[in-house]
């Protein structure tokens, strides 16, 4: 697993941890029970701090992307369908929202976007 700590984007290192893992699991990268580098291995590698780290590996477990073992680590959980399925329609609505907003600030008319949409799922 290959993470990459951007210090010009402005997001928070452990939310840069916390999405580059999340997207792994959910394209497939990392599988179910598949040990993560511990929480100071990957602190030593990123050169960050445990408690980034640590941050980021909680949230993670939190909202059911890993599960941890005492003394042993963290693993990626078994993939939740309805998880999965709410982060997609998360990404979807966000997605929707940008073409809403695309559309207002050319004129386009709710009709059009719709028709759009219909045309594109019939591809």
Known sequence: MNLF???KSGAPIYDQI????KNEILNGNLQ???????????????RISVITTKRAY???EK???LYAIPAKGFFVAAKNTELLREENLKQIES???E???????????K????EMLELLWEE
């Open 111 to 114: 009709n059009d976007l719709v």
């Open 99 to 109: 073409a809403v907003r695309l559309a207002a600030s050319c004129g386009l008319a």
């Open 32 to 46: 179910p029970d598949e040990a993560l580098p511990s929480i100071r291995a990957l602190a030593r590698d990123l």
């Open 18 to 21: 916390y999405t580059q893992i």
């Open 58 to 60: 909680d949230e993670l």
């Open 63 to 65: 909202e059911g992307f």
């Open 95 to 97: 997605h929707l929202t």
């Open 5 to 7: 700590i951007d210090n």
